[in-house]
């Protein structure tokens, strides 16, 4: 059964950092795609960023140059790394995650990420 967490969410002031953290596991032969979403209240869930197991990475033009994603395969663990943080940032952030053989999409819980002004 896979399981899909997050960690690492809290509160910060705009302009500080946040690191998040997703752990994948009980997939076989491992996640071609991980990433992260966010939903905040009154929004659609939107794509932050994805990295594949190659390194390709793709960002939300609205985080490019603040977020860096990143991931280790060996421990089916991604990273969403984010400087200079904007109160439009606060959001629950969910971490996804696409298996291979089949390629079903699996969602953590979310970790809510709170910036105040």
């Known amino acids: 059964q896979v399981q899909v967490v997050e960690s690492g969410g809290g509160l910060v002031q705009a302009g500080g950092s946040l690191r998040l953290s997703c752990a994948a596991s009980?997939?076989?032969?491992?996640?071609?795609?991980m990433g992260w979403y966010r939903q905040a209240p009154g929004n659609q869930r939107e794509l932050v960023a994805t990295i594949t197991s190659a390194g390709s990475t793709n960002y939300a033009d609205s985080v490019k140059g603040r977020f860096t994603i990143s991931r280790d395969n060996a421990k089916n663990t991604v990273f969403l790394q984010m400087n200079s943080l904007k109160p439009e940032d606060t959001a629950v952030y969910y971490c996804?995650?696409?298996?291979?053989?089949?390629?079903?999409?699996?969602w953590g819980q979310g970790t809510q990420v709170t910036v105040s002004s």
């Open positions: 996804n995650a696409i298996g291979r053989l089949p390629p079903n999409s699996y």
């Open positions: 009980g997939s076989r032969f491992g996640f071609a795609l």
